[in-house]
């Protein structure tokens, strides 16, 4: 199985500031049709999870521009330009390449 | 609008077992894969189950081999979990997600989720 590894486990964050999320695969999530299957998710408090990156730098519909992703093989990272009190919770990332899928163990992001 | 709504959790004894639904609604449902992903209490998410868009293919974590078996009627609209040999570690929200694009997701919509609890 893939296994997924992210860090920070906890990230706290100034509000308008800049954060950072690492993930990282124990094997390449790059497909032979070119795709890189790695998505993220938010999970915000008391809610069900939500797609936020699709194909490792694709937003979602819906998302705001301040978030991104980027990596290939196996590493990969989420960018939030400048964050908001709205996005707390905790982030996954998940491999789509192979079954079983896994996620990583989640970052939790909360405000300073 | 697209909406899972799952139900059928609920208090069983370890080694019971318990169905869960999901009823599906705003889209083509036998059009798409189907999973089960569930969360200890806690925890982090977990793949359970998933079943293909034709119901010939099903996948299973390693940790439910066996006891569950995921299936779907499309002419209801709904995916099931039929969950076996329960034990302790099954315990928690279980929620049922739209692949989006293939097998493995991504997954753009998620139900609510319902609880599971395994205890004597």
């Known amino acids: 199985d893939i296994v997924m590894t992210q860090s920070p486990l906890s990230l706290p964050v100034t509000p308008g500031e800049p954060a950072s999320i690492s993930c990282w695969s124990s094997q390449s999530l790059l497909h032979s049709n070119g795709y890189t299957y790695l998505d993220w998710y938010l999970q915000k408090p008391g809610q069900s999870p939500h797609l936020l990156i699709y194909l490792t730098s694709n937003r979602a519909s819906g998302v705001p521009d301040r978030f991104s992703g980027s990596g290939s093989g196996t590493d990969f990272t989420l960018k939030i330009s400048r964050v908001e009190p709205e996005d707390v919770g905790v982030y996954y990332c998940?491999?789509?390449?192979?079954?079983?899928?896994?996620f990583g163990g989640g970052t939790k992001v909360e405000i300073k | 609008e697209v909406q899972l709504v799952e139900s059928g959790g609920g208090l069983v004894q370890p080694g019971g077992s318990l169905r869960l639904s999901c009823a599906a609604s705003?889209?083509?449902?036998?059009?798409?894969?189907m999973h089960w992903v569930r969360q200890a209490p806690g925890k982090g998410l977990e793949f359970v189950a998933a079943i293909t868009s034709n119901g010939g293919t099903t996948y299973y974590a390693h940790s439910v081999k066996g006891r569950f078996a995921i299936s779907r009627d499309d002419s209801q609209n709904t995916l099931y979990l039929q969950m076996g040999s329960l034990r302790a570690e099954d315990m928690g929200v279980y929620y049922c997600?739209?692949?989006?694009?293939?097998?493995?997701?991504?997954?753009?919509?998620w139900g609510q989720g319902t609880l599971v609890s395994v205890s004597s």
């Open positions: 997600a739209r692949a989006w694009m293939q097998v493995g997701g991504p997954f753009d919509y």
């Open positions: 998940m491999q789509g390449l192979q079954t079983p899928l896994t």
């Open positions: 705003g889209f083509t449902f036998s059009d798409y894969t």
